[in-house]
């Protein structure tokens, strides 16, 4: 992981303690409101449908296990809102069919993010202080400026890797981190960064995509994507470079962002992303992109040109950790847990093949820890849970962890001969669940139970099938599929890419949803990103599990042997799914006469 420098952490703590004078003259009334809000912002804090929001920066997605434990102590100690306003919400939600919003717990989020939806604003300016203890903070989780860069889970232990991504994510950080120049573009910017075969970072969905590679001389350097993105306006992102130096990928860069910010919208948010700007201009922006590329080259002198000493100084913090193991117990190794009945050896193996991916060192395992489970919304860690998954970490991954796109996390540094040991420490802890790529291994924005923006709820809905599809027999049956939930058409739950999407809408004051079906992220399993296709009309909320058992049913009569959700749809196309979806409507309509 990377170690802070002694500036980093004078930074975040001077960001700190300018925080908390801001918001002592907020609540002072001497700064007005208006004024405060952009400064909060700017530090990662909303506020929502009931309380305020706070997303914390989790860059790459890595977290060592101390950040785990201050993390759980933000949700034990401060995710608390005073009575007065659970008791509003909890009336509110209750006319809405929910009577018990939890708290006391993150949330891990598609960016690799950490949110909190209940701290008081009057104790944020105490969290930030205990962030910044930790090398942590908020800044650039909102606004519009270019935000948190993510990346593959499994960067820099991938058996399908090319080169390591994080050295490079760190030098964007850097750079990118309060950035004069791009503090106030004209909406957000996400960048995402793979050094894969296999596009674990959906790259082609964001607003720019790096991938790391190797052209045919063994050169290192970067294909460059941009212009992609979800929302109201679902894009694929385009081809700017086939292949960058690698040391100039600040420079192209800052062209990128530099051109986006002069041309793109002011007047309009819905149309204010870069991907509306490159599909408007097409080879213009482009063109445009490269001319300030050549100026900063040759009138600037390439100012943020990366030397070899300062990828090497960075890339220093990347290096395998010293590992060193207990000797493992007799009967422990990596097939059979020690002493284990049948339906144990069944659940250890199913969790080795969904849970246990291999790694770049043949006697490493990369782990994932499931945190989808019946009673608990998609991505939510309670306050426990994230202090035993700094535990885990401790014991068995060299003191790392790392939040997924699929809002889990992941063990980069277990020992095979440890995968038992770990397997029965999970499984105590609830996070063993053998369901990781299956389908209620699900992705839910929280939506209108918490965010203010949202249509419509999405954890409900994401509850409903989860209970529909508790036995593990059937999920297993079913195979690999990407359920993904979004509670309004910003598509934080990135429906979009769903191999199955669903989308809450508002009609009439009512939540209503409707269901894609054929997205994808880009990755190996899902193929070339694209965005899902609408079955038809929107359902009820009551409607929506049979929907989707409707669209499971026919994929099981449909599929050919060994094939995938993802398969079948291809082969078969769209007509048979949508009459099994709309048959839900039907059925429904002539039950009500």
């Known amino acids: 992981m990377y170690q802070y420098t002694a500036f980093d952490r004078q930074f975040v703590a001077q960001r700190a303690a300018q925080y908390r004078d801001q918001l002592e003259r907020n609540l002072a009334g001497t700064l007005s409101d208006d004024d405060f809000r952009p400064l909060r912002l700017q530090n990662g804090w909303y506020v929502q449908r009931y309380a305020p929001m706070l997303r914390v920066a ?142 674990r970072a959906a790259t082609a969905w964001h607003d720019v995509g790096l991938h790391v590679m190797r052209n045919a001389a063994g050169e290192i350097g970067f294909k460059v994507l941009a212009g992609g993105g979800m929302g109201r306006t679902p894009i694929i992102a385009s081809t700017l470079r086939e292949f960058l130096p690698w040391n100039q990928i600040l420079n192209y860069l800052e062209a990128v962002v530099r051109v986006y910010n002069r041309w793109g919208r002011r007047d309009n948010a819905y149309k204010a992303r870069i991907k509306i700007l490159l599909k408007a201009e097409g080879q213009r922006f482009i063109d445009e992109v490269e001319a300030e590329y050549q100026d900063i080259i040759t009138q600037d002198g390439a100012p943020h040109t990366i030397t070899q000493e300062e990828l090497d100084r960075v890339a220093a913090s990347f290096v395998p950790p010293a590992l060193q193991h207990a000797v493992p117990q007799p009967g422990s190794d990596a097939s059979h847990p020690p002493q284990a009945d049948a339906k144990d050896a069944l659940e250890y193996s199913r ?128 195979g690999e599929i990407d359920l993904h939930i979004s509670g309004c058409i910003n598509s934080c739950g990135h429906h979009h890419s769903g191999h199955i999407g669903i989308l809450g809408v508002d009609k009439d004051g009512r939540e209503w949803y409707q269901v894609s079906l054929g997205g994808s992220d880009g990755s190996t399993l899902s193929g070339a990103s694209q965005p899902g296709k609408v079955v038809g009309p929107s359902f009820d909320a009551a409607e929506v599990p049979d929907v989707i058992e409707a669209v499971l049913d026919t994929y099981r009569r449909e599929r050919a042997s060994g094939e995938t959700f993802i398969a079948t749809f291809r082969r078969i196309g769209m007509d048979r799914f949508k009459q099994a979806a709309n048959s839900v409507r039907q059925t429904a309509e002539a039950e009500l006469g």
């Open 351 to 478: 969790w080795l093949q969904q849970n246990v991916a291999p790694h770049k060192n043949l006697d490493l395992r990369a782990v994932t820890l499931s945190f989808k489970r019946l009673g608990q919304a998609p991505g939510d860690a309670t306050a426990s849970q994230l202090d035993t998954a700094a535990e885990l970490a401790d014991r068995f991954s060299a003191g790392e962890a790392r939040v997924t796109h699929d809002q889990n996390l992941l063990l980069p540094w277990v020992h095979q001969t440890q995968l038992p040991e770990l397997w029965r420490a999970a499984r105590k802890a609830g996070l063993a669940r053998a369901n990781i790529r299956l389908l209620t291994d699900m992705i839910a924005c929280p939506g209108g139970d918490f965010c203010a923006l949202a249509n419509a709820r999405s954890l409900p809905i994401a509850a409903a099938i989860t209970e529909r599809y508790q036995d593990m027999d059937e999920l297993h049956d079913l």
């Open 58 to 199: 989790v860059p790459y997605g890595e977290l060592s296990s101390r950040q785990l434990r201050v993390l759980a102590q933000i949700a034990r100690e401060y995710d608390q809102p005073s009575a007065a306003v659970y008791q509003t919400a909890q009336s509110t939600q209750g006319k809405l069919g929910t009577t018990h919003l939890p708290t006391g717990y993150g949330h891990f989020t598609t960016r690799q993010n950490v949110q909190f939806n209940w701290i008081p604003l009057t104790r944020s300016a105490d969290v930030m202080d205990l962030l910044a203890s930790v090398d942590m903070h908020g800044i650039q989780t909102s606004g519009n400026c270019i935000r948190n860069i993510t990346s593959d889970e499994r960067a820099g232990i991938a058996v399908d890797e090319i080169v390591d991504p994080r050295p490079f994510c760190e030098i964007l950080r850097q750079w990118s981190t309060l950035h004069p120049e791009f503090a106030f573009l004209p909406r957000k910017f996400k960048i995402a960064v793979s050094g894969a075969r296999e596009d």
